[in-house]
């Protein structure tokens, strides 16, 4: 069996540790898993019930294979045409097939330093190579460095912007991605520019504005979106990419048929329907975060501003003991060692609850391996949520 070296030296996506497999491994049977990124609320009652009802009538049946119901609401409530809409297995898929469209092999994606490893992985497996922009000391990117790179290589076909970052947290300010995308079509109009919008409704920052609005003005911007995070369906797997028509008509040329599944698709319009409980959902969300942001000020653990519903913080030395620790106290936090990032972990923000108990526990084991002082520790300060690199 021969197989090509770009897919010799894949490593596999590494994903959250599963709450079941940590049960099974510590012997214990409270776990709160805050590693994915995943909503802290669920699902709402509305998606509960409209799945439910799907799940007598159609599942004998294939699914629309064209999304057309949730297409038509996208539509209208994007304000572009329907044909300007992709619907994906989750936006990884949309990621996957767009590499997979406007890149050959030996030719290039952009994109930054430690952002959403999807792109890099993606690319790779088409044997595609991504260069990675250095980020500065906040983690944040200057986009005139990206656009050296981009004119500098005709290899580039794709840039993959994402906004907020994961696991980073930081947000490129709309002005700068405006004057990106404006510098972008002069010098190289050929070029696409994925704005990754994972986190999008989390974000109440007045820097940022979204990308879904400026399509009209630039014909090689795509936008994606995903019903994984704020809408809570990560496990349906449903994600969409708004664009121009031509971009989508390729994307349905090659992607499967019955690529996006039956509940899925019924859980995302009835996900859609429900704006209440995003309210809720970005609500606590902001409310959280605050209480992450404040106990890490208190005890002086570095941490990154974050616009998502996760912060990557610093361990203070390496983490993978500090993990493999909060493991055993029932804790699932995600290392980013994948990412270059040894020092550091990622904690998503959960419930009230589920954050009072990480908050503690991450206290006590950086406390036991003398990261932090013990009497410096109290569990919540009272300083407004800045993060140590702003
Ligand atoms: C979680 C995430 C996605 C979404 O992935 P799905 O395949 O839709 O679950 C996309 N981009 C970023 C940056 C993410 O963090």
Redesign the pocket.
Known sequence: MKVADHIQSLVPYKPGKPISETQREFGISKVIKLAS?ENALGISSRVEEAIARASKDSLFRYPDPSCYELVQQLSRSLGVLPNQIAIGN????LIDLLIRIFCEKDDAIVTQQYA?I?YQLCAQACGVKTHAVPVDSKLRLNLNDTLDVVQTNSKVKIVFL?NP??PTGTLIPSHDLKAFLQKMKAVSPETLVVL?E??HEYVTSSDYETATSWLGEFSNLLV?R????SFGL?GL?I?YLVGSSASVDYINRVRNPFNVNELAQIAAIAALEDQDFITQVVKLNTQEYLRFAQAFEANKIPYFESHGNFILFETLGEAESIFQNLLREGIILRPVGNYGLKNHLRVSIGTAQENEEAISKILKVLKAAGRIKKEESIQNGNTRGQSHYN
């Open positions: 990124n989750g936006s990884n898929e959403f999807a994402p970052n994961n990754d994972a986190y994606l995903t019903f994984s995070k990560a797997r994600g």
